[in-house]
C-alpha cells in the first residue's frame, strides 16, 4: 500500500526508507481517480498490524492465568508474583513514547519491526528462564512491545485515508481490547493443557509471524527530520513514568501514605514538570508538550484515563467473584479456563465496539461518540452493581462495559491520529497510550482496596456487597467520563 502525498515541512521530510517514493505517486493518482482506497493492499495492510496489535495486547493478559504456578515454581508470594505483570507494564509506558518519537524520525515500519524483535528476544528468554530475575528481563523486553500500537495507528495515518483511515483505527483498537480478552481464555487452556513455559512460546511464536507480515505487507514510511536523540527528556521522561507508576503500584502493600510512595509521587511530580520545562526549550523535543496542551487533545488524553481505568475494575473483581466458592453465598465456584469463558463475550464486544465507532463518529461526531461510549460502560457498570450474583447479568452486563470500551478507544485514537501534526502522530499516541496504563495502574489497586475495606467487616470474606460497591464505582466514573466527554471542542 502506497504512502498519502506528504507536503514538506520542517518536520517531515518527504524522503523515503525505501522504494516508497514511486508508491507515494501511485497512491496520489489512485486518490485522484476516485478509486476505492479498501483495496487488497489495504486490507493485507490493516491485517498485518493487526496481528501484530493481537499479538502485544495478548501478552498484557496471558500470564494471569498461571500466576499461581510462578509463585509455586520460584518460591514467591504474590506481591513479587505481581511483578510479572507490572514490569511488562512499567517497560510498556516508557517504551511507547520513546519508540513512537524514533518511528516519527526515522521510518514508523522500521521501528515496528524492531519493537517485534525486541517482543520476541524477551519471550525466547522468558521461556528457558531458569530463574524469577531472568524471566523479568524477559518480560521488561517484552514490554517494549506496548508501542505497537502507536506506531501502527501511525502507519494507517500515513497510509490511508477517509473511510479507509476510520475503519482501520476501528479495527486496530477493536483487536486491541480482544487481545487482552481472548487471552484469559487461551491463557487458562495452555496453562491447564501444557505448561507456563508455552505462554511465552506463544507469544514469540506470534511476533515472529507479526515481524514476517509487517515485512511483506506494510510499506516503508517516509522520514522525519531524523535529529539528535533528546536524550535529557528521554532520561526526565523515564525517570517520572516509573515513579509514577512504582507509586501507583506499590500503594497498596505499602501503604499510600508511606515514605517510600509519597519520595516516588514528589519525585514523578518534580522530573514531569522539568520534563515541560525542558521540552519547551529544546529544538526537536521527544514530546512536543505544545501539541499535548492543545485543549481537544488535552481533553482526549483525559479521556483514555477513564478508558484506561473502568474496563480494569472488572478484569480485576470479576474473576474473583466467578471463581468464589458458592457456599459463601455469591459467586460461581470457575475454574480459570471457565473464568475466562464468561468474560469473553465482553472481549468480542470490544472488537465489535471498534469496528462500529467509524459508522458512529460519521453519524453523531467524535464527542458524542465519547460520551456515548462512557455511557455504554456506566449502564454495564449499573446492571452488574444490581445483580452481582446473577451470571447472565454479569456476562450481558459485561459486555456491554466492553462494547462502550471498543467504542470509546476508537474514538480516542482516531482523535489523537487527527489532531496530533502529522510527523508527531506515533509520539502522541504513545503518549496516550502512557495515560491508558496510568488509568489501568488505578483501577488494579483501587479494586483490591474496596474488596479488602468491605471485606474487613465482614471478618475477612467478600461479600456481595463489596462487589456492588466496586461496579457502582466502576458505573459513576463512567457517568463522569461521559460528562468530560461534553467539554470536547467540536470536531470538523
Not at 476510520?166 to 505448561?195: K, M
Request: glycine residues 14%; aromatic residues 6%; hydrophobic residues 55%.
Amino acid at each position: 500500500m502506497p504512502e498519502d502525498p506528504v507536503p514538506p515541512t520542517p518536520h517531515a521530510l518527504p524522503a523515503p526508507e525505501g522504494p516508497a517514493g514511486a508508491e507515494s505517486a501511485a497512491h496520489a493518482a489512485s486518490l485522484a481517480s476516485g478509486e476505492n482506497p479498501a483495496s487488497t493492499s489495504s486490507r493485507g495492510l490493516v491485517f498485518a498490524l493487526a496481528f501484530a496489535v493481537l499479538s502485544f495486547s495478548m501478552m498484557q493478559t496471558l500470564l494471569v492465568p498461571a500466576l499461581p504456578l510462578f509463585m509455586a515454581e520460584f518460591g514467591i508470594d504474590a506481591s513479587l508474583a505481581g511483578w510479572i505483570l507490572t514490569s511488562y507494564l512499567l517497560c510498556g509506558a516508557v517504551a511507547a513514547p520513546i519508540l513512537g518519537s524514533l518511528g516519527d524520525r526515522y521510518g514508523h515500519r522500521k521501528i515496528l519491526l524492531l519493537t517485534l524483535g525486541i517482543f520476541v528476544l524477551g519471550g525466547a528468554l522468558a521461556a528457558l528462564a531458569p530463574s524469577l530475575p531472568v524471566l523479568l528481563i524477559g518480560r521488561v523486553l517484552q514490554g517494549a512491545s506496548t508501542a505497537t500500537f502507536p506506531l501502527a495507528l501511525a502507519v494507517v495515518r500515513r497510509h490511508t485515508a477517509g473511510a479507509t483511515q476510520r475503519s482501520a483505527t476501528g479495527w486496530l483498537s477493536g483487536t486491541l481490547g480482544l487481545g487482552a480478552g481472548a487471552a484469559l481464555v487461551v491463557g487458562g487452556v495452555i496453562v491447564e493443557a501444557l505448561s507456563w513455559h508455552w505462554l511465552f512460546v506463544t507469544g514469540a511464536a506470534m511476533g515472529l509471524v507479526s515481524i514476517g507480515l509487517v515485512a511483506w505487507r506494510v510499506p516503508a514510511s517516509a522520514r522525519g527530520n531524523a535529529a539528535r536523540t533528546d536524550w535529557p527528556g528521554t532520561l526526565l521522561l523515564t525517570t517520572g513514568l516509573l515513579a509514577l507508576l512504582l507509586g501507583i503500584s506499590q500503594g497498596g502493600s505499602w501503604g499510600w501514605a508511606s515514605p517510600g510512595v509519597l519520595g516516588l509521587f514528589g519525585l514523578s511530580a518534580v522530573a514531569l514538570t522539568l520534563l515541560v520545562v525542558v521540552e519547551r526549550r529544546t529544538a526537536s523535543p521527544l514530546i512536543d508538550v505544545r501539541t499535548l496542551a492543545r485543549p481537544a487533545l488535552a481533553v482526549t488524553n483525559g479521556l483514555t484515563l477513564f478508558l484506561g481505568f473502568i474496563p480494569y475494575v472488572f478484569y480485576v473483581g470479576l474473576p474473583v467473584l466467578l471463581q468464589a466458592d458458592p457456599a459463601a453465598g455469591h459467586g460461581q465456584g470457575f475454574t480459570v479456563t471457565e473464568t475466562g469463558i464468561a468474560l469473553l463475550p465482553g472481549a468480542v464486544l470490544v472488537f465489535l465496539g471498534g469496528r462500529f465507532a467509524p459508522w458512529l463518529i460519521g453519524r453523531v461526531g467524535s464527542k458524542l461518540a465519547a460520551c456515548v461510549a462512557l455511557t455504554v460502560m456506566g449502564i454495564g457498570g449499573i446492571g452488574s452493581a444490581v445483580a452481582p450474583n446473577s451470571l447472565a447479568i454479569i456476562v450481558v452486563f459485561f459486555a456491554l462495559v466492553g462494547l462502550g470500551n471498543g467504542i470509546g478507544f476508537a474514538v480516542v485514537s482516531d482523535l489523537v491520529a487527527s489532531l496530533a501534526p502529522r510527523a508527531e502522530i506515533a509520539a502522541a499516541l504513545g503518549v496516550n497510550g502512557v495515560l491508558r496504563t496510568v488509568g489501568s495502574a488505578l483501577g488494579a489497586p483501587i479494586t483490591t482496596a474496596v474488596l479488602t475495606s468491605v471485606a474487613v467487616a465482614a471478618n475477612g470474606a467478600s461479600t456481595l456487597g463489596s462487589f456492588t460497591a466496586l461496579f457502582t464505582i466502576g458505573a459513576a466514573v463512567s457517568v463522569l467520563g461521559a460528562a468530560f466527554a461534553l467539554t470536547l471542542p467540536a470536531q470538523r
